[in-house]
């Protein structure tokens, strides 16, 4: 069974260009949620998606956004790229979500660096 | 507001020793707390994850304790190996969404 998929693996911006990431993940999950992982700050929820729907946000700006596909699959765009974007994004999905009773999966992140 | 706290932020272990690393949260609304491990260059996996409900899990070389009043869970490594050497981080959650709460995490280096 294939894990969760993302891509780019890794990618170089500019300052104030935008990006989008991909993630693809395990066949039959339905939730997909985004971290951003950086050495200062560490793991930090982003979003969440469930059948299409922003279920969850986390505390960052509204550069940050994503979407979920009919076919759960999600991509998160950052707009207006900062330095202190650089980071590991990382995907993960779950069956149904609702952490307390399905396994969070992780994806292998996409590492942007922002120059 | 850092929500979950996590201690030490560096561990060495001789080979066969006993790592623990610890961590404790604040919210009392959280019920569900995991244990990810990260080597470099990949995504964090799951080692073991406990409801408070139970106050200890072991799967393998591997126990959470977990301690309800106190607000304080830890990860207890039995016998660590070499390939234990990774970045260990734990989490919580609410009920509602998978909206984790990541610790600062730990790394753990196993000397043989």
């Known amino acids: 069974k294939a894990g969760v998929t993302q891509t780019p693996r890794y990618l170089i911006k500019t300052r104030g260009q935008q990006v989008t990431l991909s993630c693809s993940p395990i066949?039959?999950?339905?939730?997909v949620s985004w971290y951003q992982q950086t050495p200062g700050q560490g793991l930090q929820f982003l979003f969440e998606y469930f059948s299409e729907t922003q279920r969850n946000k986390g505390n960052f700006p509204g550069r940050f956004s994503g979407r979920q596909f009919s076919n759960s699959r999600s991509e998160m765009n950052v707009s207006t790229l900062e330095l202190g974007d650089s980071a590991l994004y990382l995907c993960a999905s779950s069956l149904a979500g609702g952490a307390g009773g399905n396994t969070i999966y992780f994806g292998e992140g996409s590492w942007l660096t922002v120059v | 507001q850092q929500q979950v706290k996590q201690s030490p932020q560096s561990l060495i272990v001789q080979k066969g020793g006993i790592s623990i690393i610890n961590c404790a949260y604040e919210n009392t609304a959280f019920d569900y707390f995991p244990w990810y491990q990260q080597f470099p260059g990949k995504g964090p996996a799951l080692l073991i994850a406990i409801r408070p409900d139970v106050s200890e899990k072991k799967e393998g070389r591997f126990t959470i304790s977990f301690n309800k009043s106190a607000k304080q869970f830890s990860l207890h490594i039995m016998d660590s190996q070499p390939g234990d050497s990774a970045t260990y981080f734990c989490?919580?959650?609410?009920?509602?969404?998978?909206?984790?709460?990541f610790g600062k995490g730990t790394t753990l280096s196993v000397s043989s």
């Open positions: 989490a919580a959650s609410r009920p509602a969404g998978t909206a984790l709460i």
């Open positions: 066949s039959g999950h339905r939730s």
